[in-house]
């Protein structure tokens, strides 16, 4: 069954899992990755911080539903390979380079009441040059939005909303100075 008739179906019955896209590259941050001036990196590890509420990188509740990611159940590989999608896109990335980036899932919060959805991401990514950590931040983004009273409205815009924090986020680190600081070309 699509995303889309998950979504159709969740709404009509009321208790499903609903899973995010695969992550697609964005063009925005693929103009990001080329005017940031940075070195083609690879990926390490992504997981949840030790200090997280466990149950974020698993699933979100929204109306009787649960939002969960296609990649090994977990979002803080979705995170991953959306950054692996970007960085591929703008020929950043290189598994065999001398930096590697690394990543902890910090915050993940979707929230679709009768009103104003709200969806929340958070990480703490990791540089690593050579063996040395050269970069360690922890990097927000939010969004809002107007909700539905109706269901089959406001869920999928809930998961469109939440899903796009993803690509923001990684927006975020490219645009980051002390990130572009930490891996010159």
């Not at 609903?18 to 990926?43: H, Q, Y």
């Not at 360690?136 to 815009?157: N, Q, R, T, Y």
Request: net charge negative; aromatic share 8%.
């Amino acid at each position: 069954m699509s995303a889309l008739a998950g979504l159709a179906f969740a709404g009509l019955t009321g208790c499903a899992q609903l899973p995010l896209g695969e992550p697609a590259a964005s063009f925005g941050n693929i103009e990001k990755a080329g005017r940031s001036g940075t070195a083609p990196v690879a990926v390490g590890p992504f997981r949840l911080d030790p200090d997280a509420a466990p149950g974020i990188d698993a699933g979100l509740s929204v109306r009787s539903n649960v939002v969960v990611s296609p990649i090994q159940g977990s979002f803080a590989q979705y995170l991953r390979q959306t950054l692996i999608t970007d960085l591929q896109a703008a020929g950043l990335y290189d598994p065999a380079s001398p930096s590697e980036i690394s990543g902890f899932l910090t915050d993940s919060t979707l929230d679709v009441p009768l009103d104003t959805g709200h969806a929340s991401l958070g990480a703490r990514f990791v540089v690593v040059r050579l063996g040395k950590a050269v970069y360690d931040k922890e990097l927000k983004v939010s969004a809002s939005w107007p909700s539905s009273f109706v269901g089959m409205e406001a869920i999928p815009s809930g998961v469109n909303q939440y899903g796009a924090l993803y690509h923001t986020l990684v927006g975020k680190l490219l645009d980051d100075p002390d990130y572009q600081a930490a891996n010159p070309k």
